[in-house]
Every structure is written in C-alpha cells, then in structure tokens.
C-alpha cells in the first residue's frame, strides 16, 4: 500500500505570505499509463473536501491562480503564493494511481 | 451542476447493518466510476470503496473489506454502501464522491455513522 507523509501536520501563516506544504509517497506516482494521479484538496471547518489540484499541478476549475502544484516521482509540493483569509483549513494530498487510494494525514493551515 | 446528496446514516448498534446512498444529479451518472470516503470525527480523510461507471468492478480499503459493499442503480442515478458487522470505528462522515479522470471533482455533503451501544 503506498503511504502519503504530510509536513508540516500544523502551519500558522500570515495573511498575503507564502505557505508551502510538503507531501512524500512511500512508492512512486507515476501510473502505467504516464500519469501522475497526485491531488491537492482543502477541506475548509465544517464543509466536505474540494478539489484544488490534479495530477501535480493541474489547478482544477474555479481555482484561484495562488495556489499551485509542484513536483514528480514522490515527492510534491503545494505552495500558496499570498495567503487569504478563506485559505484556513486542513489540506489533504491523496494518490489515485494504486489501489488501495490514500491520502496524507492532513496539513492544518492556521492565521 | 453537479450535485451529490447523500442519505441513511445515524445511530446503529455495534455489530448492526446500515445502508447508505448517494443520490447525483446534474451529469451523466452512467459514465462516471464513484466512491465512498469517510472521515471520523476530528481525523483526516478514509478512502473506502470505489465502483467503476458500470458497476462491473469494485475495490475497497483492507479495513472495511467482507463487511461494506460498494453498488449502485444506474437507473436511478444512486450510489449505495451497504455496511454490516459496524465496529465503534467505524464511526464516521460518509461522503460520496465523483472520479473523473482519476481525481475526485465533486463531492456530497457527508452523511453521518455512530455506531455506538
């Protein structure tokens, strides 16, 4: 089974700072198709999760441009260039290129 | 739009069945593989079962496996959990979700298990 590792679990920022969160896969990513079947999501207090990202650094509709996807293999990179208000939240990383699917433990990102 | 509405959860007695389902609207449900993911209380995000668009192939996470089934109506646009032999942890929001292209574009709003005596 592969194993997503967040850091940091707990991030406080400052509003208009950068944030960056870090997610390692215990096996690499990339699917026998090419694709690298990594996301992003952001779970905002009380809501259900919502996509950001896709496959790395695919920023999925309605996404605002700040936020941005990085990385290859095992290891990937989420970065907020300025962070706002409606950013707080936990961030979740998850592989769909094996089963079973997996997500990171979650990265809490506190004003 | 796309809407995920999901239904059947509450109280349920360890040991106990319960089965939920997840009603979708606003796209071609037929051609869409879905999943159930939960969430329990305070923790981060479960990957449970997955089915694919025509129901022929499921998968589930090791930990619910011989207990959960993964189904779903494709004619009335349903997705369904059936879930026995409830243990306290699986004590969760259950939120369906659609898969497109292999990432999870939408989700429902949960539906809440407490398997509790």
């Known amino acids: 089974d592969i194993v997503m590792t967040q850091t940091p679990l707990s991030s406080p920022v400052t509003l208009g700072q950068p944030a960056s969160i870090s997610c390692r896969s215990s096996?690499?990513?990339?699917?026998?198709?090419?694709?690298?079947?990594l996301s992003w999501l952001h779970q905002s207090p009380g809501q259900p999760p919502r996509l950001l990202i896709y496959?790395?650094?695919n920023r999925f509709s309605g996404v605002p441009d700040r936020f941005s996807g990085s990385g290859a293999g095992t290891d990937f990179t989420l970065k907020i260039s300025r962070v706002e208000a409606e950013d707080v939240g936990v961030y979740y990383c998850?592989?769909?290129?094996?089963?079973?699917?997996?997500f990171g433990q979650g990265t809490k990102l506190e004003i | 739009q796309v809407q995920l509405v999901e239904s059947g959860g509450g109280v349920v007695q360890p040991g106990r069945s319960l089965r939920l389902s997840c009603a979708a609207s606003?796209?071609?449900?037929?051609?869409?593989?879905l999943h159930w993911v939960r969430q329990a209380p305070g923790k981060g995000l479960d990957w449970v079962a997955f089915?694919?668009?025509?129901?022929?192939?499921?998968n589930y996470a090791d930990s619910v496996k011989g207990r959960f089934t993964i189904s779903r109506d494709n004619s009335k646009n349903t997705l369904y959990l059936q879930m026995s032999s409830l243990r306290a942890d699986d004590t969760s929001m259950f939120y369906c979700?659609?898969?497109?292209?292999?990432?999870?574009?939408?989700w429902g709003q949960g539906t809440l298990v407490t398997v509790s005596s």
């Open positions: 979700t659609r898969d497109y292209l292999g990432h999870f574009d939408s």
């Open positions: 606003g796209f071609s449900f037929g051609s869409f593989a």
């Open positions: 089915i694919s668009y025509d129901g022929s192939v499921q």
């Open positions: 096996h690499s990513l990339v699917h026998d198709d090419g694709n690298t079947y």
């Open positions: 496959k790395i650094s």
């Open positions: 998850m592989q769909t290129t094996q089963f079973p699917y997996s």
